[in-house]
């Protein structure tokens, strides 16, 4: 596949991949999951990915959906052990709004209390369902005797006890320490040339203080 990569001088890289195609897709990636939690702090890493959702210094929950669904543009996220991805998919001529929401709720989140309390209540109802799978629960064993010990071994939702205990500081603690510059990633997929991705994501990430989110 070809591909492009230009390192901004945070350490923030932009990948390009060319497509002719009208649609396009970019995503930011982040290198920390589950396995760069603290001991007894499961699901840490899952709960922050709900939580750049919710609110940011300049926009509330509704602004922040609306800001990509409105030119029918789709936006969603997920964790895993290794890291976190929040990925868009766009008519070619929103690149630009979807770079300055990525920035926005990555390195702006505000994490109020109120949205806290309503995503512990949303990923303790996921527990439960997950809790009725007994292959989940199967795949959870084998993992916690595989990394005895290690984060890895961390179900990727947490625990009842861990999420419930979740406070404010853990959440900013763990971005502080984890959402560093030179361990996130900007990739494109679409209709344009490479020197326009590095000029647009110049645009909105060429600010961000290197290792230090805001």
């Known amino acids: 596949m070809e591909y492009n990569v230009h390192t901004l001088p945070n350490g923030i890289r932009l990948l390009h991949v060319p497509s002719a195609s009208t649609i396009s897709h970019a995503c930011i990636i982040i290198n920390t ?31 922040i959906l609306n800001r990509l669904e409105s030119v029918g543009a789709d936006l969603n996220a997920y964790t895993t052990k290794e890291y976190t991805c929040i990925h868009a998919s766009f008519l070619n001529p929103y690149l630009d709004r979807t770079l300055d929401l990525f920035n926005d709720i990555i390195f702006h989140s505000t994490f109020p209390e109120e949205e806290m309390d309503k995503e512990k209540s949303v990923i303790l109802d996921e527990i439960a369902s997950y809790l009725d799978q007994p292959e989940e629960a199967i795949n959870d064993d084998f993992e916690d005797m595989l990394f005895a010990g290690n984060a890895l071994g961390n179900n990727i939702l947490g625990t009842v006890e861990s999420v419930s205990n979740f406070t404010r500081e853990d959440v900013i603690n763990f971005r502080k320490a984890n959402y560093r510059t030179n361990e996130i990633a900007v990739a494109v997929l679409g209709d344009y040339s490479f020197n326009s991705v590095v000029k647009k994501g110049t645009k909105h990430f060429s600010d961000v203080e290197e290792n230090s989110p805001s």
């Open 33 to 63: 999951g589950s396995r760069d939690e603290p001991e007894g702090k499961a699901g840490l890493a899952h709960f922050i990915e709900h939580l750049i959702f919710k609110r940011t210094e300049k926009r509330s929950t509704n602004q």
